[in-house]
Nanobody, 124 residues
Framework: QVQPVESGGGLVQAGGSLRLSCAASGRTFSSYAMGWFRQAPGKEREWVAAISWSGGRTYYADSVKGRFTISRDDAKNTVYLQMNSLKPEDTAVYYC?????????????????WGQGTLVTVSS
């Protein structure tokens, strides 16, 4: 079982950058696709980005395409989300999840339990 722990959030001005990290326990990390999700205040959780188990394929929501980059380091059991050109509407708690590609993209519920998330606040 993979248990993700997110970090790297903070307060940033619009146009700035942040890099989020998700450290996942479990010896089978490299077998899973990984996804990033976010939940803004008063809104439902939405999918942001996903990466295949091999790292060879990446997927992005239209709202972040061209600004965010997902990557993984299997030696560190860690997946990253580089966020550039941040906008106030990117303000949310960000979560990561493991599973199949469909699960990592939020098409079906993820295999891993949701962690505490990391808060990203973008000021205008």
């Amino acid at each position: 079982q993979v248990q993700p722990v997110e970090s790297g959030g903070g307060l940033v001005q619009a146009g700035g950058s942040l890099r989020l990290s998700c450290a996942a326990s479990g010896r089978t990390f490299s077998s899973y696709a990984m996804g990033w999700f976010r939940q803004a205040p008063g809104k439902e959780r939405e999918w942001v980005a996903a990466i295949s188990w091999s790292g060879g394929r990446t997927y992005y929501a239209d709202s972040v395409k061209g600004r965010f980059t997902i990557s993984r380091d299997d030696a560190k059991n860690t997946v990253y989300l580089q966020m550039n050109s941040l906008k106030p509407e990117d303000t949310a708690v960000y979560y990561c999840a493991a599973g199949t590609t469909a699960q990592a993209m939020g098409i079906t519920p993820p295999l891993s339990a949701w962690g505490q998330g990391t808060l990203v606040t973008v000021s205008s």
